[in-house]
């Protein structure tokens, strides 16, 4: 049996991962809260590392809070950045996989960004996950890095169900129309991990494969004001008027990437993955809410 630790098991992803990798042969898994594993606390990890010693670690642990970060940016990359050291210290035999963002890109127009397009994080969560890649690659251990953007769950707190919540609440939404991208289900990136883990399993990747980064989303592009659109399009009870608006509009105080979509290309080819469309996701998280 090879040993699983999911670290921040509790957010979208490590709830995704829950549904998948038990289903994958010949592994155990430790989903560990951050109140179990504080990948911040190489104390914390060590214990774990002492008591479970994984063979992979996928870390879902990650500071989200965009806006917060600008006036948080110790906190953000304490956890964005500083704990992939201690990361890739204390499992460095071990496989870590490893999620970064499209907010690294940064990118203004298309065509879909390919993973070896130049960085241009703007904003001190974009620098902050830039760096956390930058330390697991200089760690010189086996460390997979996977960039998505505008991910979403049918649990806990995303779009997808503010959409819904405020739907039915009020009588009119300001959705942003200038912010092209693709969402991204969580359940669809657990299902790729899964793959990748499973097919390591039976024949290990070349160390090559590991070491490098891959993007993944739903296929197909679209701005937050047409996943809005298709979202009410699918839920009866929701009543709100869809107003689009700029994203000079909400006057965030961390800057957005206006261009979004990612080249998914590489994924696809390196691990013979099959992505879904954005639309056909979205109608399987649906569904999955009005159980």
Not at 10 to 28: D, F, I, S, Y
Not at 182 to 209: F, G, R
């Amino acid at each position: 049996m090879k040993k699983i630790l999911i670290t921040g098991a509790n957010g979208q992803l490590g709830n995704a991962l829950r549904e998948t990798l038990p289903k994958v042969e010949h592994v155990e898994c430790l989903f560990a809260s951050r109140s179990e594993v504080n990948i911040a606390d190489r104390k914390s990890l060590e214990d774990v590392k002492h008591s479970y010693n994984p063979d992979y670690v996928i870390n879902c642990a990650a500071y989200t809070a965009v806006d917060k970060a600008e006036t948080d940016e110790k906190n953000a990359f304490s956890i964005n950045a500083d704990a992939l050291k201690l990361i890739a210290d204390t499992f460095a035999e071990a496989k870590i996989i490893h999620f970064s963002t499209d907010y690294t890109y940064h990118a203004s127009e298309g065509p879909p960004i390919v993973e070896e397009q130049t960085t241009r994080p703007q904003g001190i969560y974009a620098l902050s996950k830039l760096d956390g890649e930058k330390i697991l690659r200089v760690c010189h251990t086996r460390g997979l890095i996977i960039r998505t953007s505008w991910v979403y769950h049918h649990a806990g707190h995303n779009f997808v169900k503010t959409m819904l919540r405020l739907g039915s609440e009020r009588p009119s939404l300001t959705i942003v129309d200038d912010q092209v991208g693709a969402p991204t289900y969580a359940m669809d990136i657990a299902s790729m991990i899964s793959i990748i883990i499973e097919k390591d399993l039976n024949k290990p990747y070349p160390i090559e494969v590991w070491n490098e980064t891959y993007n993944f989303s739903n296929q197909a592009e679209i701005s937050w004001y047409t996943f809005a659109e298709a979202i009410k399009a699918e839920t009866p009870g929701f009543t709100a008027d869809l107003v689009p608006v700029s994203t000079e509009f909400y006057g965030s105080p961390a800057p957005r990437p206006p261009y979004s979509v990612l080249s998914l290309e590489k994924i696809k080819r390196v691990f013979g993955i099959e992505i879904q469309t954005w639309k056909s996701s979205l109608l399987k998280c649906l569904e999955r809410i009005n159980q």
